[in-house]
């Protein structure tokens, strides 16, 4: 062979290389289904966390990564009708928010891996086995490290206003594990001395009564389960509680700052972000049966004193001082 031609041939084929390269068919980009109750404008710090979250491991929307966002804008009866979209497009993951949704999904897929971004008693709710052991296709994060909690935050709210002495649970009995709840506020308000009242909303449309039984049994403070329906709602919901006169404490800081009186809870936003450690490593073919479900290690305790003194309380110091963070 003539060198020359044997030197051109060479060239060339070192220069088509990267053509040829990216000629190659790219592999399927994987598709994240993402359903919650509420509405987009409500949880949209939630799917901005999540896409975060993705975004830090390598996952850049459009690129290497689809997100299928949907929304049940604040009616439970169209999540199996969601789901159902999401399982016929065969996405990947699925990343869901809140136990109507978790329910939702466990009854419509048993192969496609689900990743709980919250979670309200997965084991009680029969979700899942075990925390340490989910099996199934079901993993992802827990809300609460124990269905006590919520009988925390009744003890915070009697600290902020000691004169309380009969309470109302504000709460939905519809989602699976609801009563777990329900029965740990209960308890903490006999060992409190406190008489409990038990409130249920099922739909938004419902808040205007049940503030009006608050009152009309003379309850004098509420504690407001974390739900679809009360989240999606929480600006109607603390407008009611302070034209009620009513202080009121919730499970998550986004009531708070919707001008509630105060909240203790984790930090759902960041339960978002750090669910997207779960879908990468599903996607990089861990099973979701063999990821333990994550609980919290921190609670946030944020106080709003623009309520609290519309409210004419006092907040004392001390729990002032144990905040993380305080509305002026």
Known sequence: MDRRVFISGMTLSLLAAPLAAEAQPVGKVPRIGVIVTATRPETEHLIKALSEGLRELGYVEGRNVMLELRFAEGRQERLPGLVAELVQLKVDVLVTGSN??????????????????????????KFIPSLARPGGNITGLANDSAPEIIGKNLALLKEAAPRISRVAFLWNPVPPGADTSRNAVESAARNLGIAFQSVEVRGRNEFEGAFAAMVRERADGVVVAQDPVTFGSRSQVALLAARSRLPAVYGVKEF?????????????????????????????????????????????????????????????????????????
């Open 100 to 125: 109507p949704v978790i329910a939702a999904v466990k009854q419509a897929t048993a192969t496609i891996p689900v990743v709980m971004a919250v979670s309200r008693d997965p084991v009680g709710a």
């Open 256 to 328: 708070a700052e919707a001008g509630g009186l105060m909240s203790y809870g984790p930090n759902i936003a960041d339960q978002f972000r750090r669910a997207a450690i779960y879908v990468d490593k599903i996607l990089k073919g861990e099973k979701a049966a063999d990821l333990p479900v994550e609980q919290p290690t921190k609670f946030e305790l944020v106080v709003n004193l623009k309520t609290a003194k519309a409210l004419g309380l006092t907040i004392p110091p001390s729990l002032l001082q144990r905040a993380d963070q305080v509305i002026e």
